[in-house]
Antibody
């Protein structure tokens, strides 16, 4: 079964750090670009970051540039998001997503998400 | 990376056809045929239903169709069904090597 399982979310104080992980299974992980997208409670979707299959292309949303770092381990079939300098506005459900691999960046397979709450 | 503009809500009766608009700029929708649409039911992860403006992923009903004119894209749902009631988001690749979403449209099936 093709699956993405996120972990690492939780309650953290403003200014602190958190590292999200995403375990992929059921497909050839290193064939695909991967993404993180977040959704604040009751709000819409917001693209966060993207990493190509070989980590050669990495992109970030302006809102997280310089604070978040995306990475992957193709041996461990895992995607990561290191989040530093967290802000209250980073509170959201963070989804790990497999790209559709049909050209542009499309969000094909979604995990269930991991909730990050930034609050004092 | 400004969000695309969608109506907050639309509604229709079973069997009807509805459309949802998504307006961007010459930096995103206007320059790339990279519009996609996502359906999200409450408490669920979003699902890709249209990519490359008008293509269907495997398994998606052809009652969903997409189009684009200039800086505006549209999602049309024909033969409206109760299960179509959900939130719909458009998205586009941008010239800044990023992705931008619309604010989302709540579809109510009356």
């Amino acid at each position: 079964e093709v699956q993405l399982v996120e972990s690492g979310g939780g309650l953290v104080q403003p200014g602190r750090s958190l590292r999200l992980s995403c375990a992929a299974s059921g497909f050839t992980f290193d064939d695909y670009t991967m993404h993180w997208v977040r959704q604040a409670p009751g709000k819409g979707l917001e693209w966060v970051s993207t990493i190509s299959w070989d980590s050669g292309v990495i992109a970030y949303a302006d809102a997280v540039e310089g604070r978040f770092t995306i990475s992957r381990d193709n041996v461990k079939n895992s995607l990561y998001l290191q989040m530093n300098g967290l802000r209250v506005e980073d509170t959201a459900l963070y989804y790990c997503i497999k790209d559709a691999a049909v050209g542009y960046w499309y969000f094909d397979l979604w995990g269930r998400g991991t909730l990050v709450t930034v609050s004092s | 990376q400004s969000a695309l503009t969608q109506p907050a809500s639309v509604s229709g009766s079973p069997g009807q056809t509805i459309s949802i608009s998504c307006t961007g700029t010459s930096n995103d929708i206007g320059v790339y045929n990279s519009v996609s649409w996502y359906q999200q039911h409450p408490g669920r992860a979003p699902k890709l239903i249209i990519y490359d403006v008008s293509n269907w992923p495997s398994g998606v009903s052809n009652r969903f169709s997409g189009s684009k004119s200039g800086n505006t894209a549209s999602l049309t749902i024909s033969g409206l069904q109760a299960d179509d009631e959900a939130d719909y988001y458009c998205s586009s690749y941008t010239a800044d090597t990023s992705v931008v979403f619309g604010g989302g449209t709540r579809l109510t099936v009356l």
